[in-house]
T-cell receptor
Framework: DTEVTQTPKHLVMGMTNKKSLKCEQH?????MYWYKQKAKKPPELMFV???????INESVPSRFSPECPNSSLLNLHLHALQPEDSALYLC????????????FGPGTRLTVT | DQQVKQNSPSLSVQEGRISILNCDYT??????FLWYKKYPAEGPTFLIS?????DKNEDGRFTVFLNKSAKHLSLHIVPSQPGDSAVYFC???????????FGTGTSLTVIP
């Protein structure tokens, strides 16, 4: 199984809503990532979890809250988002050893109204 | 500051010909480089990688060349096929470590 799955595929939420994005992998990878991608731009790293511990937070606003309940799951909790947060949110995973390729999920297309 | 750059936002190539996508980087500490392919509304798919101890890596129709002195890498696709039409991102990382730096992408169109 070389797949990273993400749910939901699409999400529309108001600025006062609370929602969560979910990511799952069963490749035994111990590093997991959240990226944000705007149209025609490269993916921007948001968070890195290594062995279920947050190792990198790229100065992401607190309205985005990551959670890694176990080595296979990664969540991104959303609260009080702004319309400019609308983007494709990508989850990825890799072996912890440096230099391994990251496997990306299909992404969640988020629209904040 | 963009540490990985792809200066050609788009490229059109005739089917059967060679596609050459270029990528430049500024950080000499990068020692592992990857190419990803991305279709609209999908996540990036890993294509091919190269370690800094090599200058070439080949996988089927895809070959990546690395010129460390010029801090430049390129992806060659031969022969190009219409299904190769996608956005191609190069990425770089410093081992050990998990942070990838992505280029801005090149949109490749292969014309049948």
């Amino acid at each position: 199984d070389t797949e990273v799955t993400q749910t939901p595929k699409h999400l529309v939420m108001g600025m006062t809503n609370k929602k969560s994005l979910k990511c799952e992998q069963h490749m035994g990878h111990r590093a997991m990532y959240w990226y944000k991608q705007k149209a025609k731009k490269p993916p921007e790293l948001m968070f890195v979890y290594s062995y279920e511990k947050l190792s990198i937070n790229e100065s992401v606003p607190s309205r985005f809250s990551p959670e890694c309940p176990n080595s296979s799951l990664l969540n991104l909790h959303l609260h009080a988002l702004q319309p400019e947060d609308s983007a494709l949110y990508l989850c990825a995973s890799s072996q912890v050893t440096g230099g391994d390729e990251q496997y990306f999920g299909p992404g969640t297309r988020l629209t904040v109204t | 500051d963009q540490q990985v750059k792809q200066n050609s936002p788009s490229l059109s190539v005739q089917e059967g010909r060679i596609s050459i996508l270029n990528c430049d980087y500024t950080n000499s500490m990068f020692d592992y480089f990857l190419w990803y392919k991305k279709y609209p509304a999908e996540g990036p798919t890993f294509l091919i990688s190269i370690s800094s101890i090599k200058d070439k890596n080949e996988d089927g129709r895809f070959t990546v060349f690395l010129n460390k002195s010029a801090k430049h890498l390129s992806l060659h696709i031969v022969p190009s096929q219409p299904g190769d039409s996608a956005v191609y991102f190069c990425a770089a990382t410093q081992s050990p470590g998990n942070q990838f730096y992505f280029g801005t992408g090149t949109s490749l169109t292969v014309i049948p």
